[in-house]
């Protein structure tokens, strides 16, 4: 599986970015692919979720009404809308998928994701 994420910038707080994630190879219906970030000086931190087969998501606290997760099966790519955007939200965005089938309870869990996009810088200025 591969898996690249791109859409990241410079943006002023209150400000919206869409980051995408392309992902190859195979990929099981029953698996999420997650967007994690990783500020600096801070471990990689969960932000939400998405299960290609039905489209479940979930969301980590913060992003919680301001951040929106969706998927496109055709074309194998998954979106971040984020929304009202504060300085605190600047980090580098990744996107990751599991290998082996990964419970709901563990979606946040980075140490279960086997497979990692580049990364994509979202700078956001007060």
């Known amino acids: 599986v591969q898996l690249q994420a791109y859409g990241g910038g410079l943006v002023q707080a209150g400000g919206s970015l869409t980051l995408s994630c392309s992902v190859s190879?195979?990929?099981?219906?029953?698996?999420?692919t997650a967007w994690f970030r990783q500020a600096p000086g801070k471990e990689r931190e969960f932000v939400a979720a998405?299960?290609?087969?039905?489209?479940?998501?979930s969301y980590e606290d913060f992003a919680k009404g301001r951040f929106t997760i969706s998927r496109d099966r055709a074309k194998s790519m998954v979106y971040l809308r984020m929304n009202n955007l504060r300085p605190e939200d600047t980090a580098v965005y990744f996107c990751a998928a599991p290998e082996g089938r990964l419970i709901r309870s563990s979606w946040y869990a980075p140490q279960y994701y086997d497979y990692w996009g580049q990364g994509t810088q979202v700078t956001v200025s007060s």
């Open positions: 998405i299960k290609w087969a039905d489209g479940s998501t």
């Open positions: 190879g195979r990929t099981v219906s029953h698996n999420p």
